[in-house]
């Protein structure tokens, strides 16, 4: 099956990792870029060898040789470009988090509904088989009953950064929550009670933004979930499972540079390798993140099987 043919609207830095990551893909292809400088675009479509760019979104989505579109703008674009593309026959991979309402979400879901395409939001870190291993380790019950979820994420951003600004769509839930929010429902379900408290942004620009915030959630079967973020400090990526006879950690949760994940039963701790055989041909660094995801989204629009991971195997043992 021939791979699927991405367009990307916008020239942002992500989107340049992550035409990086799937150069070389059989699944994956990005055909064309738009920015609303058409000499940006020209310039990003030279340096990774795309045969189309174009000066404006809705011409970009308008060209027929485009199957998918990948949209990476700023949050507060993500729900409406997402359902131009939805409206105009493409299946959509949209950047976290791809809109700041439940409503605008459900807007989205109906658009593809109506259009019969497949919309998907980019949390990376979902489709990546180092994810598997620990979801398989708690599902077969390896720490005993899971009891609480931990999950933290922050990173330094100055004043006037984009995700310190209210009319981009900022703020750290926005931004970082949204990972420690898409974990803690992925191992403990859908939260009955959720209670926060946050520090407002004061930075000029960011009025209504939470610069940090930490969350007590409460979860199905006695379930609890914890979390916190931050946009002013020391850079932190942090998950663990905790369970009535152990737990799960994984060292590098949303990135998954590690390509591994740790089991600890007493004072016993196994390092457990996400892809032992090779089948997601992992290597250092971020790149195999996004290719994961971008190859897992076109599979999903070709119908073609994912790789499977041979499950998980002992990488040592201290």
């Keep these: 099956m021939s791979a699927v043919r991405w367009g ?23 055909v064309a870029v738009a920015s609303r400088d058409a000499a940006k675009a020209r310039g990003f479509a030279a340096e990774f060898g795309l045969p189309l760019s174009f000066g404006s979104y809705q011409d970009l989505l308008a060209w027929h ?102 009319v981009l769509g900022g703020g750290a839930v926005l931004d970082l929550g949204c990972y420690c929010i898409s974990a803690i429902r992925l191992f403990g379900g859908q939260p009955l009670q959720v209670r926060a408290v946050q520090v407002p942004d004061p930075a000029p620009g960011a009025q209504g933004c939470d610069l940090r915030l930490a969350a007590t959630l409460t979860l199905p ?34 990135l998954c540079r590690t390509g591994r994940v740790e089991l600890h039963s007493g004072a016993k701790a196994e390092y457990l390798a996400a892809d032992p055989n090779g089948a997601f041909g992992l290597g250092p660094g971020e790149d195999d993140a996004y290719r994961i995801e971008l190859d897992a989204a076109s599979r999903a629009i070709t119908g073609a099987p994912r790789p499977a991971s041979a499950g998980r195997t002992r990488w040592s043992r201290r």
């Design 8 to 30: 990307m609207l916008s020239t942002a830095g992500i989107g340049r990792m992550v035409a990086l990551a799937v150069r070389g893909s059989g699944d994956t292809r990005f």
């Design 221 to 254: 079967d006695d379930v609890v979930g914890q979390f916190d973020v931050g946009l002013d400090l020391t850079r932190r990526d942090e998950l663990e499972l905790i369970g009535t006879e152990g737990k799960v950690v994984v060292p590098d949760p949303w």
């Design 65 to 166: 040789e485009v199957d998918a579109v990948y949209v990476p703008l700023p949050v507060a674009m993500h729900t409406e470009w997402t359902i131009r593309a939805l409206n105009a026959g493409k299946h959509v991979l949209c950047e976290k988090p791809f809109a700041v309402t439940a409503a605008d979400a459900g807007r989205c879901f109906d658009a593809a509904k109506a259009a019969s395409r497949l919309v998907i939001e980019g949390l990376m870190w979902r489709e990546h088989p180092q994810t598997a291993v620990a979801v398989q380790l708690v599902a077969q019950g390896a720490i005993g009953r899971l009891a609480f979820i931990r999950a933290a994420l922050s990173v330094s951003a100055p004043p006037g950064d984009i995700r310190r600004t209210s």
